[in-house]
T-cell receptor
Framework: EVQLVESGGGLVKPGGSLRLSCAAS????????MYWVRQAPGKGLEWVAS????????YYAHSVTGRFTISRDNAKNSVFLDMISLRAEDTAVYYCGRSGGWGPREEIDYWGQGILMIVSS | SYDLTQPPSVSVALGQTARMTCGGNNIGSQRVHWYQQKPGQAPVLVIY???NRPSGIPERISGSASRNTATLTISGAQVGDEADYYC?????????FGGGTKLTVL
């Protein structure tokens, strides 16, 4: 059974930093691209970042470019989102997702349960 | 940037057919994916690459796309189908979601 479990969320001050982690199990992690998608309270889904199976291809939404970094550790079956210079508008539930294939531009066929990050003073 | 337009809400009578649209420039040439999200839950993939159903998704859920509109169709709508539905495409290296449609089953 495919499982994606996010961790690392919480309350952070504006301008602060945080690392989200996503632990994957139930599939050959190194063969799939991975995503982060977020959802602000009461709002729709927003794609944040993608990474291919080998980390060769990495993409970011314009709203987070230069502030967020996606990475993965295939030996630990984990994907990460490092966030700096956080703003109130980054407040959201962050979902980890698995690509339907090796690349970072496929459907998101499995989603984690999401982790809430609140940016507030 | 590429935009996807979804109606904010769609209502359907119990047992009838619901059609939810996703508008985008030449979307018929894209691979469109659809996700269902129930309150308090993570999204679930219901259609990928325009018309393909993941395992476990019933046949009464279908998708199509042509020219500037993609459509998600739910036949025999049930109370359990009430949810928000999002379309999604990749515009070059950028992931794009529509604003979502709230489906209400009356």
């Amino acid at each position: 059974e495919v499982q994606l479990v996010e961790s690392g969320g919480g309350l952070v001050k504006p301008g602060g930093s945080l690392r989200l982690s996503c632990a994957a199990s139930g599939f050959t992690f190194s063969s799939y691209g991975m995503y982060w998608v977020r959802q602000a309270p009461g709002k729709g889904l927003e794609w944040v970042a993608s990474v291919s199976d080998t980390s060769r291809d990495i993409y970011y939404a314009h709203s987070v470019t230069g502030r967020f970094t996606i990475s993965r550790d295939n030996a630990k079956n984990s994907v990460f989102l490092d966030m700096i210079s956080l703003r109130a508008e980054d407040t959201a539930v962050y979902y980890c997702g698995r690509s339907g294939g090796w690349g970072p531009r496929e459907e998101i066929d499995y989603w984690g349960q999401g982790i809430l990050m609140i940016v507030s003073s | 940037s590429y935009d996807l337009t979804q109606p904010p809400s769609v209502s359907v009578a119990l047992g009838q057919t619901a059609r939810m649209t996703c508008g985008g420039n030449n979307i018929g040439s894209q691979r469109v994916h659809w996700y269902q999200q129930k309150p308090g839950q993570a999204p679930v993939l219901v259609i990928y690459s325009n018309h393909n159903r993941p395992s476990g998704i019933p046949e009464r859920i279908s998708g199509s796309a042509s020219r500037n509109t993609a459509t998600l169709t739910i036949s025999g709508a049930q109370v359990g189908d009430e949810a928000d539905y999002y379309c999604q495409v990749w515009d070059s290296a950028t992931g794009v979601f529509g604003g979502g449609t709230k489906l209400t089953v009356l």
